[in-house]
């Protein structure tokens, strides 16, 4: 292999070990300024496609230790790799293609098993690992809240209780002393504007 190709196929590999995922999709007829778009969008997502030399692509795999591709490595090819997961730069991809029908995602490869392109497309309706270990959380979360209140009821049903007697006591004696207020007492029942006798 010459020396250029020995550096191309350096720098696959080091994509390769670098992602947990690669997607394979044929570009054919894609323009440049499309694919230049494609990238960008990628990119916002924390992935990246490049466009691959079949056949040293195909020794960078072997090197790398990933599933044999055989003969599915034909024609144009560009491969998304990434850091983060394989969701969101699925999500690019389904959304790019259905914008301008390029590129045809041929086959993906996440943990070492081939995924077909049907799998990647399912994969890109799922929501992204942050938003899934959100809800994961939120179900984690949700029956230890309810025990909360299940527990706080008991003593918060009581407090209003003995708020609602108190409230009834303290109407009860301002009732009192209202009334006691307004009765005469008997010193004024006496009528001194009567003649003495």
Known sequence: MRHEKKFINAEYVSRLNQ?????????????????????????????????????IFKIAVKEAGLADLGAALTGQMAVV???KDISSAAKVLKTFASEFDRPKIRFGILDNK?????????IADLPSVD????????LLQAP??????VLIEPAASLARVLKAKADKADKA?????????EAPSSADTTDTTAPAA
């Open 19 to 55: 992602s947990p995922f690669f997607i394979v999709a044929d570009y054919t007829g894609l323009k440049v300024h499309h694919f230049t778009e494609l990238r960008k969008r990628l990119r916002k997502s924390g992935a990246e496609v490049h466009v691959v030399k079949n056949t």
């Open 144 to 149: 230890a809240s309810q025990l909360v209140r």
């Open 173 to 181: 004696e301002t009732v009192d002393k209202a009334e006691t207020v």
């Open 114 to 122: 081939r995924l077909d392109a049907a799998s990647v497309l399912a």
């Open 81 to 83: 790799t990434g850091p």
């Open 131 to 138: 938003v899934l270990r959100g809800q994961l959380l939120g």
